[in-house]
């Protein structure tokens, strides 16, 4: 279609819109010495400063492109940024937010003006990369490169799936389209070409990737670092490949590539695009606009180029507004038009309707929780990762939005039944598109690979379950560099992540239990490869506090509290240190520390009450356990290749070994009068 001085308007808003909060952001530093120094060189406040003013001219370029796609191809309606149809966007390359939110703002998401004059400044709705949780219209959280398409081939997956069980003749209820922006640093990421890798072949022809091909970043030049050819490595992915020359302004072309894109069905699309960074600065193309502000003079011209007034900012004239209002008006007649088929949905699917709508709300079919399995003293000792896998299989006819599988580790994950697979990264897509209750299993170690999508499902809020297996020490004869000893403690550290270590069935139920009914919390549920004893006093109800007292003992001179594989050396422990020593043990398992954190103060209290010395007990680094136990008995070294008992007993976790400190514990502390729990702290109420 012809493409005339309206379109050219909108796309010059968008592009000075970017100019005037990011300048905003920083009014009064855009000084020389930031523009001159390597960020190496520059303090936090200098870099951000410098980014700030980076983001502006990464993503002028990417303006006429945005106008496409926003006003003639996506379907959303601003007035609902949850409709289950709605096309999804993804801004991969998330530092330049600034384009998206200038876009949703145009558009009539609940983003006003004063929330563009406020980006990047404390409790405002538009923050420096894009956050799910903080703004209407934005579909998942983007920062680290390469997530962000990861993300997309996991919504673009999740719409695939769901599409094939709610579809049905004359019903096309989930046809939608997920569009992905990305830069050369998303390509550089080794994670983005495995993501991209599966959607090649998965076939998911219901992806479009736009490439911002401008060749700078921010050392410069790419052919400093980057010279691979990105169209032959995606076609070898199985991706339909289209190449647009000038990006900058070439309308039709951009129309006609993802019209283009949007014919084949049978693979995922890029779009590589031709850009300038810096569109319309006296230093564009160049890559002193990437890592330099625009003086004063620069963007006085730049504004009269595009027409509009120098002394003007955040200038939005009605034409644009009408424009775009137009393309959101035709959104909600296309989610009314939607409705009413739902509506019909239901009279002929009454069954499937009800499952989407639940799915929708993040509930879980009623009495799903009936099908996890439970476990007595008198069952045999079983590896917490075999139980794992009975949970699955119980628990998958019940739950039919799980999806999961294993990275070429199944056999060992214990996490397949016939029809699963997933990887890492895109798991966080697959929870961001609201019909899918999405898991991956790797060792413990390796979750450390996807440390940074993990971190992104903790602050996006997506229930995300990573089943970690071989959690320990345990594992034995493939040695340290398989051993966790400080994944624990790292994803402990990570707020609202709950990291599970189950100690027997009951304790695995628990951890499903809680990890599939908390709807805004990742979980790490770390499993162990060698058998574990089914534990007496151990129940569903009591693990699902996230620790309990699993022995109680009148007159305990100690309590021995510990995770997974080492709570039933405890119990042995504790049974060596009456015989030997004369000493009365209370145990206590703590399977998840988040968990029991959020438990009322007395119930803590009762579990690791004042009176007595605790010790801690776990193959693994001991940060953390301070706020828990007076001594820590725990592995800061890395572990040993052997069968697992002899590894276990060459770092003495044995119920001698655990007597021993035990003893030593009880002695230290036997003269200290009132011996406080560490649960009572000086902050305890401001937290």
Not at 3 to 19: F, H, S, W
Not at 203 to 214: E, F, H, K, M, S
Not at 400 to 423: I, Q, V
Not at 637 to 654: H, I, L
Request: net charge negative; aromatic share 10%; glycine share 8%.
């Amino acid at each position: 279609m012809a493409y005339g001085e309206i379109d050219q308007l909108a796309i010059n808003t968008i592009r000075l819109l970017a100019v005037d909060a990011t300048f905003h952001s920083n009014s009064g530093h855009p000084g020389a010495p930031i523009a001159a120094c390597h960020p190496a060189k520059l303090g936090p406040v200098g870099r951000q400063r410098r980014e700030n003013k980076q983001l502006t001219r990464n993503f002028r370029g990417m303006a006429p492109v945005a106008h496409v796609l926003f006003n003639k191809f996506m379907r959303f309606n601003p007035q609902n940024p949850s409709w289950l149809n709605r096309d999804r966007f993804v801004l991969s390359n998330g530092h330049g937010c600034m384009l998206q939110y200038a876009l949703l703002h145009l558009f009539g998401y609940k983003l006003s003006m004063d929330d563009l004059k406020a980006f990047r400044t404390v409790d405002s709705i538009t923050p420096g990369h894009p956050e799910a949780h903080d703004t209407p219209g934005i579909e998942v959280t983007t920062g680290p490169l390469g997530q962000g398409v990861c993300n997309a081939v996991g919504l673009a997956i999740a719409q695939a799936h769901s599409a094939a069980i709610f579809n049905k003749d004359g019903f096309d209820l989930l046809n939608n389209y997920t569009y992905c922006f990305l830069g050369d640093g998303c390509l550089m990421e080794g994670v983005s070409s495995e993501a991209s890798s599966l959607a090649g072949h998965l076939q998911l022809g219901n992806l479009i990737c736009i490439y911002d091909d401008n060749h700078i970043s921010i050392d410069g030049d790419i052919n400093c670092a980057f010279t691979e050819d990105v169209v032959k490595r995606y076609e070898a992915y199985g991706w339909h490949v289209v190449t647009v020359g000038d990006g900058d302004n070439d309308l039709d072309g951009i129309e006609a590539a993802i019209k283009e894109c949007q014919s084949v069905k049978d693979k995922p699309s890029m779009i590589k695009l031709r850009t300038t960074i810096g569109y319309g600065s006296l230093k564009q193309g160049t890559g002193g606009v990437h890592g330099s502000p625009l003086k004063a003079d620069d963007v006085a011209q730049v504004k009269k180029k595009f027409g509009f007034n120098p002394d003007e900012t955040f200038a939005v004239p009605q034409k644009v507004y009408d424009l775009y209002g137009k393309h959101s008006s035709d959104g909600a007649a296309a989610e009314a038009e939607w409705n009413q088929l739902f509506a019909k949905y239901k009279e002929s699917f009454p069954k499937e309707h009800a499952d989407l709508v639940r799915r929708q709300a993040g509930d879980l079919p009623e009495g799903w929780e009936k099908s996890l399995p439970t476990y007595t003293p008198a069952d045999d000792a079983v590896a917490t990762r075999k139980l794992s896998e009975t949970v699955l299989t119980k628990i998958e006819a019940t739950v039919p939005e799980l999806l999961g599988g294993s990275a070429d580790l199944t056999g060992s994950n214990l996490t397949r039944w016939k029809d699963a697979h997933a990887m890492g990264a895109i798991l966080n897509g697959l929870a961001a598109y609201g019909t899918i209750l999405p898991y991956a299993g790797t060792f413990l170690n390796f979750v450390s690979y996807a440390a940074g999508a993990v971190r992104l499902s903790a602050l996006s809020h997506f229930r995300v379950i990573w089943v970690a297996t071989h959690d320990s020490i345990g594992l034995g004869e493939d040695g340290p560099t398989h051993q966790p000893i400080e994944t624990l403690a790292h994803f402990r550290a990570l707020p609202n992540c709950m990291v599970w270590r189950p100690a027997d069935g009951n304790e695995t139920s628990a951890a499903y239990y809680v990890a599939m009914t908390s709807k805004n919390t990742p979980s790490i549920v770390a499993l162990s490869r060698q058998n574990l004893p089914q534990l007496e006093g151990c129940t569903i109800e009591k693990a699902s506090k996230g620790a309990y007292v699993l022995q109680e003992v009148e007159g305990a001179n100690i309590t021995l509290i510990s995770t997974g594989s080492e709570v039933s050396i405890c119990v042995e422990a504790a049974k060596y240190l009456s015989e030997k020593h004369g000493l009365k043990a209370r145990i206590v398992s703590i399977p998840c520390f988040e968990v029991f954190d959020t438990q009322s103060k007395e119930y803590r209290l009762s579990v690791l009450p004042d009176g007595i010395p605790i010790l801690s007990v776990e193959v693994m680094s001991t940060m953390g356990w301070e706020r828990y136990s007076h001594e820590q008995f725990g592995l800061n070294r890395f572990g040993a290749s052997g069968a697992y008992k002899d590894v276990y007993k060459k770092f003495e976790f044995t119920p001698e070994g655990i007597a021993k400190r035990a003893v030593a514990t009880v002695d230290f502390w036997k003269d200290v009068p009132n011996v406080r729990s560490p649960l009572n702290r000086a902050f305890q109420q401001l937290i």
